[in-house]
């Protein structure tokens, strides 16, 4: 394949999901720009209408207008389908109203950890009732919060999130620790509402008696999860250059960054500037010949949804890679680590799973055969992706999933190599 031209990825995951929930809970009307329009935020959009809350259609390149303020409780369970952003965030602001609430999701978010979220929910104060042990479904109804100092056993931006997020609804205090500082966009944007909030490494305080929240005014920036598989393409084509264009490079979630320029990968950052206290620049990318790296346990947080996509990339590079302590890829949209190394060799790259670690040999024929994708939409656009090298032939079993985060993805990807 040729690339060329410059894209833009859809909006930020991650900051849709919790610009839309902190609009809910500003009394006033907020609007967003640049939210991303998929099945995982209009899960999002769609609970929140359950809680009362008035919020516009998302629509690509429409404004989303948000009435938050008065939730009421819902008259039925609130389904979340696919997006654990949603059930976990979601909880944390439940933490704080004083009615029941029935969660669930579709069979793959019920097999996720929910107690990660809460038992600490828990101990501030809001009583569960589990129906299927760590899983959806549950019931929850909040209570009056007391203050929470947590050590979170994973680096987790949703549990981190989810805590803050009670603290805000609730008027608590909430000291949240994590072993390794996960994605740092509920910070950005606390801070930016001029909420009491504090960092000090890998510990966040959020200070009692947070005042009202504003209403929000604010431009998404695009994302770059969704960015990495159009950047794999480009780095797996024989000519070109291709810009994506809007790509938010926060530090936290940059890793997969750090990672390609040890793999010798050509990605330029430019016109780095700040949006809405994130910052966004363009990626020129080239064709890269690459070589295999160590990713070492603590880079993991900052490139937690990037394995599908540099594993695909290792496989391409010369040398073994090895991704270390990613286990929590067993707990994801599916077991991304079985997953994963199942997938790789069933196009013909060597792949196992050690321990809690991923090894890739990459080098070797055109990638070649059928990719049983779970369900998992990053691991769709990760095989996809691999699936434009020269003479390769690789079969997804379903090219739905991709519609949860990156609903443009295949015209995207077909976009960039020109037909
Ligand atoms: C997310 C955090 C990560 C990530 C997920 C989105 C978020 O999950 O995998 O896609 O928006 O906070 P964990 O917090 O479980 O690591």
Known sequence: ?????TIHPPGDKSITHRALLLAAL????????????????RRTAH???KLGVRVSPLRRGATVRIRGGTWRAPAETLHC??????????LGLLAARRFTVRLTGDASLRRRPMRRITEPLGRMGAT????????????IRGGRLVSLEWTSPVASGQVKTALLFAGLAGGARVV?????RSRDHTERLLLALKCPLSIDGTTVVLERGARRLPPLALTVPGDVSSAAFL???????EAGELTVAGVGVNPTRTGFLRVLERMRARVTRRGLRDEAGEPVADLAVRPSALQATQVAAEEIPSLIDEVPVLAILAGRAVGETVFRGVGELRVKESDRLSLLAANLRAVGIGADVVGDDLVVRGGGAPPRGRVETGGDHRVAMAFAALGTVADARVALSERDSPA???????????RIGGR
């Open 1 to 5: 394949m040729n690339v060329s031209g």
């Open 26 to 41: 500003a009394p006033g009307e907020s609007t967003i720009r640049g939210a991303l329009s998929a099945a995982d935020t």
């Open 47 to 49: 609970v929140l209408r």
């Open 81 to 90: 389908g696919n997006s654990g952003t949603t059930a976990r965030l979601l």
């Open 128 to 139: 569960i009732w589990e129906e299927n042990g760590d899983h959806l479904p549950l019931r």
């Open 176 to 180: 949240v620790r994590e072993p390794v």
């Open 231 to 237: 950047v794999a393409a480009a780095l797996l084509a």
């Open 404 to 414: 949860v985060s990156y609903p443009e993805f295949f015209r995207d990807l077909r």
